[in-house]
């Protein structure tokens, strides 16, 4: 079974592109569980694969955010670091500054859905360095 | 019951996904803006790391103005100027570039590395390409799975612009210290079948490189983690450790964690 039918309607509110972007992540941490397993030294059978699943959609979500506030920040730190002058870039019609709305749009997606995770006692989800010590929680809380 | 994935939190994120509907929607179309600065950034920061003197130019308005198509003149948009003893590069964002192939055929590299003084900086009459032999090298981004097709593209496309790379060789003034093979980077990972083409490169000595995870390499990179370039200058002396998101093709030759996801061939 794939990570779209272990989901279910789970990402069905979310914008098709960017679900099918979390469905494919999901597919990969699934198809990728043994050999994670070895390494985290776990037997599969102790993680559930519906909830792996869940995890792994909602970690990359949260890596989509997370990163692109560091590729915004930081590519602009970089920048800056050359010209003292720039205050951000423009894309095509978007521009990006530290006060921009794209820029405040990612840090208020991000600071919700760390309240969600917070809340809901799975701040484990991204703080967890690697899927390995990700598995070995689950199983180990199994 | 799961311990974790309970009715509770799969309401509050379905609830979370409605609220935020319309700003999660640019995310994906923000991911591609995005990676085409940090193809950029990185560039610029990689050749930092060697040694160069980096200068932005054309920047208007206190901001960089990244091209992020074929469409557009590249003196409406900024570009860097990189300077080290002698060695003197122009990095631009969608740079159009002749084929090396003397057909006229043009191609749109995703971030170039030129010889200063080819691309025009004011606007002139007629403008069309960079010359092909005014090309160090270049980097593509891709928001995709590093699939076998998606390798044929690539080393397509560096059969077509910069062919010496896959016969091991380099264009005329390339620095083996600092100037990197052709790039090809990407947000996601590796796919297992693509690991035996990359190997298949290797023993075959072409010189090209995929960088996956690049989202994820840069906020690393950024963050101090570690200080070289996350792009492969030939030799292999700089080898990065692992992303905290691995790569998912299968286990490392120390079997720690997934296989490295930089692979130099």
């Not at chain 2, 075959?204 to 690393?220: F, H, K, N």
């Not at chain 2, 093709?249 to 079997?255: C, E, H, I, Q, V």
Request: hydrophobic share 40%; with cysteine.
């Amino acid at each position: 079974m794939d990570a779209s039918s272990r989901l279910g309607s789970f990402l069905e509110p979310l914008p098709p592109a960017l679900a099918e972007q979390l469905a494919d992540y999901a597919d990969y941490v699934l198809d990728s569980l043994d050999a994670i397993c070895e390494r985290a030294h776990v037997s599969p059978s102790l993680v559930d694969l519906n909830d792996l699943a869940v995890l792994a959609a909602l970690r990359r979500l949260w890596s989509y955010l997370e990163s692109q506030r560091w590729l915004l920040t930081n590519s602009l730190a970089g920048l800056k670091t050359l010209d003292s002058e720039v205050s951000g870039f423009t894309v095509g019609d978007t521009v990006f500054t530290p006060s921009s709305r794209p820029a405040m749009e990612i840090a208020d997606l991000e600071s919700q859905l760390r309240d969600l995770l917070a809340r809901h006692n799975i701040e484990f989800l991204v703080t967890k360095a690697s899927l390995t010590e990700l598995i070995s929680t689950l199983a180990a809380d199994r | 019951m799961s311990k974790y994935v309970d009715p509770g939190l799969k309401s509050a994120v379905r609830d979370y996904f409605k609220k935020n509907y319309v700003q999660l929607a640019a995310v994906p179309r923000r991911q591609t803006q995005l990676l085409e600065v940090a193809a950029l950034s990185l560039v610029v920061e990689h050749y930092r790391c060697c040694g160069f003197t980096i200068v932005s130019r054309n920047v208007r308005a206190g901001r960089i103005r990244v091209k992020t198509g074929a469409r557009g003149y590249p003196w409406n948009f900024s570009h860097f100027l990189c300077e080290r003893d002698n060695d003197r590069r122009e990095i631009h964002s969608n740079l159009s570039v002749y084929s090396c192939r003397d057909d006229g055929g043009i191609y749109c590299l995703d971030v170039g590395v030129v010889q200063t003084g080819i691309v025009p900086v004011d606007k002139i009459d007629e403008w069309s390409a960079a010359a092909n032999d005014a090309l160090f090298t270049f980097a593509e981004v891709k928001k995709l799975v590093v699939y076998p097709m998606l390798l044929a593209h690539f080393v397509g496309i560096v059969h077509e612009v910069k062919s010496e790379f896959l016969k091991g060789e380099t264009p005329e003034g390339f620095a083996e210290d600092a100037d990197f093979d052709p790039a090809l980077l990407t947000v996601s990972g590796i796919h297992g079948g693509s690991n035996v083409i990359l190997d298949g490169f290797d023993r075959r000595g072409i010189r090209a490189q995929v960088v996956s995870y690049i989202d994820v390499r840069i906020r690393e990179y950024l963050r101090g983690e570690f200080e070289v370039s996350p792009l492969l200058v030939h030799g292999g002396a700089q080898r990065l450790p692992e992303p905290a998101v691995p790569n998912y093709a299968g286990p490392s030759a120390d079997g720690d964690e997934p296989a490295v996801e930089v692979v130099e061939f």
